[in-house]
Structures are given as structure tokens and as C-alpha cells.
């Protein structure tokens, strides 16, 4: 914003030609937003930020690079110590998540140690170590985690059905990367990385938890570490996302036992039939594994339990998951009863009852999904980010309890009704 101020001030007095007007909006925008979730009742306080440095911003030949710069910030030395431990002793404590979209830094202490975390990570912001010996430690980290993520079935299956309706980007990429790629990954790649992603435009700041002394300045010091500009361009591919359409990938891995995980394209947050896909995608994953709907099928057996689904209203655009772990027993059988169950739910609209349960199981797992400071904090940051509101929370419990039998049936017709099948074998099965 400073160089945009400069060259303002050029034009004005005829050295620049004006730039233009549209431009000048895009650039005042360069800051980031800041989002105050306060309560008096809570114990300790908390900030989530989120920064636009996520997965689709790796080149794919370099997978892992934003995992590796995010480590490596974390032991970035501030006064002779690295930031994570630094922070520790602080009274507090700095950990991250990389994600398709962005990476999020989270950062919790006690209200009176809360504002000398803050000063630690706004350090280490302004002066991260990317050096040869710095980057070789984060990247042995991340390498690890990466190996040990390949190992994970329903991970990896999630992750194989991300690669399908997110192609046309690297969003989909696993979040620690592949060994290989991160083996190739240099002090130059890691510093250009967190200089065009590690920015304000797009960067934002939720503060949570106990209204900490200093935590307003706390934000502020964080924002002001963070270059007043936007983020480098999204790493887009020629391949195109998609349409789930019945398609089958299979994959082998190093596990015990077989998985199977179905995809669904979905709605993302704010999207008119968002509420009605999260009361089913609740009322599916329950319904097969663990029997709470029973008006809708059997309660299940041994074999059904290892069952569940997920919403990944994490990215733009969204899916549902239902996945099935074969330790417990046939995965295939679990997919058949998913099949049964969905062709109930699209063939007509549910009762009262079984709508009435419906909802209240969704509005548990929400209520689940926001229990802890680090929850709240993610979900409005998120939902803010993909513009559904930081109050979108609060909306989607009010809209849940407005959703219909026939806004079900007609969301499970068309949403419901075609997926992507991925299977992730042991090593040697056959599919």
C-alpha cells in the first residue's frame, strides 16, 4: 500500500500516468480483517490467523513447500529461541494447520502472557530463518508427517476424492506433501513462497477467548507484520475439476486394512443449499454408522459401525464425504447401506419425527464442530474468508431449523446421486 501511495502521489504531480480506478479499489483492500470473538466467561485467550498461503499456492512439483515454510516459521529464532519454544515459556502456545485454500496459525495463552505471544509470532513474522541448516530441520519434520499421512486410509481416500473437484488448482495437494517433492525443496523456494503468500491482502486476524490486556494491540502488531499486499497468484492446473459422476480411483498404501471413501459434490458456506446438505450429510454419516436414524435403516451392525462422513466446507468449491474402514468388517457392505439410505432420502420427504431428529443431529455436530476457542475461531475465519459472514455460524443454526422435508428430498436428488469411489488397498489386494 505504501508503493501504491507513492505512485498515487507520482501521477498527481505528472510523473506517472493515473492508475486506475478499479485498481486503486483492489489495493486499498491490501489489510488484513479482524474479527473479535471476545467472551467474559472464557479462561484463557486465543487468535486464529489465517493467512493466503495455502496448498493451491505450491507449484506441484514442490508439494509440501507450504507445510515447510510453516515449520520452518515455527522455529524461526526469536532472541536466541525458536518461536515454538519461545512461546511455551511465554505461558502459551503457536501451532498451524496447512490447508487447500490457506494456512492458519493459532495462538493461545493465558490472558496476562497472551500479549508477549503475540509479540513472538509478529517477530518471527517480520524475521523468518529460511537458511540451509533452518530449512533442512523443518523440511525432516514435514517429511515425516508426510509419511506418516500416507499410511492414513481414510486421508488418503479423502485426499483422492479432494484431487477430483479440486483439479484445477493445487489445492488438493496432501497437506505434508510427498517426500520426494519436499526433498527438492530449497532456502529460495521457501523465501519467495512466504514472501508473496505471507501478506495482509486476504490475511485474516480472529481474536478469541478472555479480552486479554492488550489483545486489540496484539492484533494490531500481528497485522503490521504482515506486507501491506496481496498474495501471488493461485497455481493453476490445465486439468479441469470434475463432475462427480459414479467414477472409481483405486490406490495402495502401506495400511492394514481396505477403505473406501465416496465423494459428493456440495454447496459451500453461504450457498442457499447449504443447510439442507449439512442436515444430511449428519443424518447419512448417523444413519449408517452409528444407528441414530433408525426410521431410515437398521440399527447397524458390527460390521457397519467403522462408518462416518465429513463436510469439507474448507475449500471452494465443497464436498461430502462418507467413508468406511474394512477393519470393523465388509466396507462394501457399509456402501451399499449409504446407497440404500440415499435412495430413501431422494424417493420421498422424511416425517416429522424423523426430520425433527434429523436436524437436531446436525445441530449437534455444529455445536460439536465449534466445542473449543481453536474451533470458533477457525469456523468464523473461515466462513468469513469464503464469504458466508463470521456470523454464519449463528445464521446456519437458525437455518437448520427452518429447512423442510421437501428442501431434503430435493437436495438429496441433487447433490446425492453421483460420486467419485475411492478405494485405498493394502499393498498386494486387489481391488
Not at 500516468?17 to 471476545?38: G, N, S, Y
Not at 490472558?111 to 529460511?130: E, K, Q
Not at 458466508?388 to 446456519?396: F, N, S, T
Amino acid at each position: 500500500m505504501k508503493a501504491w501511495l507513492l505512485a498515487v502521489a507520482l501521477a498527481a504531480a505528472g510523473l506517472l500516468p493515473a492508475p486506475p480506478a478499479d485498481a486503486a479499489a483492489a489495493l486499498a483492500v491490501a489489510a488484513p480483517r479482524i474479527i473479535d470473538l471476545t467472551s467474559e466467561s472464557a479462561p484463557v485467550t486465543a487468535m486464529q490467523v489465517f493467512v493466503p498461503a495455502g496448498l493451491d499456492r505450491q507449484p506441484r512439483n514442490r508439494s509440501g513447500l507450504a507445510a515447510v515454510v510453516a515449520q520452518a516459521l515455527l522455529e524461526t529464532p526469536v532472541h536466541g529461541t525458536p518461536l515454538e519454544l519461545a512461546a511455551a515459556l511465554s505461558g502459551g502456545s503457536i501451532t498451524y494447520t496447512v490447508e487447500g485454500q490457506e494456512t492458519h496459525f493459532y495462538l493461545e495463552a493465558a490472558p496476562s502472557n497472551f500479549a508477549a505471544v503475540a509479540v513472538l509470532f509478529a517477530s518471527a513474522l517480520t524475521h523468518p530463518d529460511f537458511g540451509a541448516p533452518a530449512l533442512e530441520r523443518a523440511a525432516a519434520y514435514v517429511t515425516q508427517r508426510a509419511l506418516a499421512a500416507s499410511r492414513d486410509g481414510l486421508g488418503v481416500g479423502a485426499q483422492m476424492v479432494r484431487s477430483v473437484y479440486l483439479a484445477k488448482t493445487s489445492a488438493a495437494l496432501p497437506a505434508w506433501g510427498s517426500a520426494p517433492a519436499i526433498a527438492q525443496i530449497t532456502p529460495v523456494d521457501a523465501a519467495d513462497f512466504f514472501r508473496e503468500n505471507y501478506v495482509a491482502g486476504g490475511a485474516i486476524i480472529v481474536g478469541a477467548g478472555a479480552a486479554a490486556p492488550g489483545l486489540q494491540e496484539a492484533e494490531r502488531t500481528v497485522a503490521a507484520a504482515l506486507p501491506d499486499r496481496h498474495a501471488g497468484w493461485v497455481v493453476v492446473s490445465s486439468q479441469l475439476p470434475v463432475k462427480a459422476s459414479s467414477r472409481e480411483i483405486v490406490t495402495h498404501r502401506d495400511i492394514a486394512a481396505t477403505w473406501i471413501v465416496l465423494g459428493y459434490d456440495a454447496p459451500a458456506p453461504g450457498a442457499p443449499d447449504f443447510a439442507p446438505v449439512f442436515v444430511l450429510e449428519s443424518l447419512i454419516g448417523h444413519a449408517v454408522g452409528r444407528g441414530l436414524a433408525p426410521p431410515l435403516v437398521p440399527t447397524p451392525t458390527a460390521a457397519e459401525m467403522p462408518v462416518g462422513s465429513l463436510y469439507f466446507y474448507d475449500t471452494v468449491p465443497s464436498a461430502v464425504i462418507v467413508y468406511a474402514n474394512g477393519a470393523g468388517g465388509d466396507p462394501a457392505l457399509a456402501v451399499r447401506t449409504v446407497a440404500s439410505v440415499v435412495d430413501t432420502l431422494a424417493a420421498g420427504p422424511l416425517t416429522q419425527v424423523e426430520l425433527g431428529l434429523a436436524k437436531a443431529q446436525a445441530r449437534g455436530n455444529l455445536l460439536f464442530e465449534s466445542a473449543t476457542l481453536a474451533d470458533r475461531s477457525w469456523l468464523a475465519g473461515n466462513f468469513a474468508r469464503e464469504g458466508a459472514g463470521a456470523d454464519y455460524e449463528e445464521r446456519l443454526l437458525a437455518a437448520i431449523s427452518r429447512v423442510t422435508p421437501a428442501q431434503l428430498q430435493a437436495a438429496a436428488k441433487r447433490y446425492f446421486t453421483r460420486y467419485t469411489t475411492a478405494v485405498v488397498l493394502p499393498r498386494g489386494a486387489r481391488p
